[in-house]
């Protein structure tokens, strides 16, 4: 039995905040995307597999909701469904990333497709979902704190995009724009969750590790796409050229 004590509400916060030093925006990939050195095939590529971890947000969210009993908390927690699918047709992040597809270039209808998705990225999203519909709803909830990072870097696409990529279509950032007022909403209210629930030494420590889980899937992303945009080397391509990993959800 452990005899070391549970932090205090401000140093597990701070524990946590530390994590940012892992979080993706220090990927090489994302440096040289800020940095104005990625080329069109890698931002497009960037692009399109992380709108498969956008239109996999809300299935995330509506699984922490079926978990939680908590009427309060799903009223509140529904609101991040909202943000991704909207209200209506032509409103929400999932349309803000699809406007976003076709200001690199991309259609609608390959953004759809999700032809364009890699096994390492269907894989590392699929697990997050997954681990939100077995985990208890506070730890899915408290997963979401990778958001404590989030601001900065849609900002930091803000500053840099526009003037590295002019070939960009000034229409596409829109979702990084909302992204910033919903970000800090969200943060707000996943940290005060995880300040209530984690008051002992087991569950805080435990709530680090689930953090770092999310952090690695974010790494991940960036990983597959270095492997196939940077690298040249995407899944198969000793045997073919053509994408003949599978392109459907078995979730």
């Not at 894989?123 to 506070?138: E, G, I, L, M, S």
């Not at 040249?232 to 000793?238: A, E, F, G, N, V």
Request: a negative charge; one cysteine or more.
């Amino acid at each position: 039995m452990s005899h070391e004590k549970a932090m205090t509400p401000h140093e597990f916060e701070q524990a946590l905040r530390a994590k940012g030093a892992y979080y993706h925006i220090h990927h090489p990939y994302h440096i040289a995307m800020h940095n104005g050195q990625a080329t069109r095939e890698q931002i497009q590529g960037w692009v399109a597999n992380r709108f498969y971890y956008q239109t996999s947000i809300p299935l995330k969210d509506a699984a922490i909701m079926a978990n939680c009993p908590d009427p309060a908390t799903r009223r509140k927690w529904v609101q991040r469904i909202l943000d991704h699918d909207g209200q209506g047709d032509g409103e929400g992040g999932i349309e803000a990333w699809l406007r976003l597809g076709e200001a690199v270039g991309l259609s609608r209808e390959l953004l759809l497709s999700e032809r364009l998705v890699l096994p390492g990225v269907r894989f590392a999203v699929d697990a997050y979902v997954n681990f939100a519909r077995r985990a208890c709803w506070q730890e899915a909830a408290c997963s979401s704190l990778t958001e404590l990072f989030a601001p900065q870097i849609h900002q930091s696409r803000l500053d840099s995009w526009p003037q590295h990529y002019p070939w960009i279509e000034a229409e596409g950032y829109g979702y990084f724009r909302s992204r910033l007022s919903q970000a800090n909403r969200d943060v707000e209210h996943g940290l005060a969750l995880a300040l209530e629930f984690c008051d002992t030494v087991e569950k805080q420590q435990r709530m680090l590790q689930i953090l770092q889980f999310k952090l690695d899937i974010l790494w991940s992303l960036l990983d597959a796409m270095t492997m196939a945009y940077t690298l040249h080397r995407p899944p198969y391509h000793c045997v073919t050229d053509q994408p003949v990993w599978h392109h459907q959800r078995f979730l």
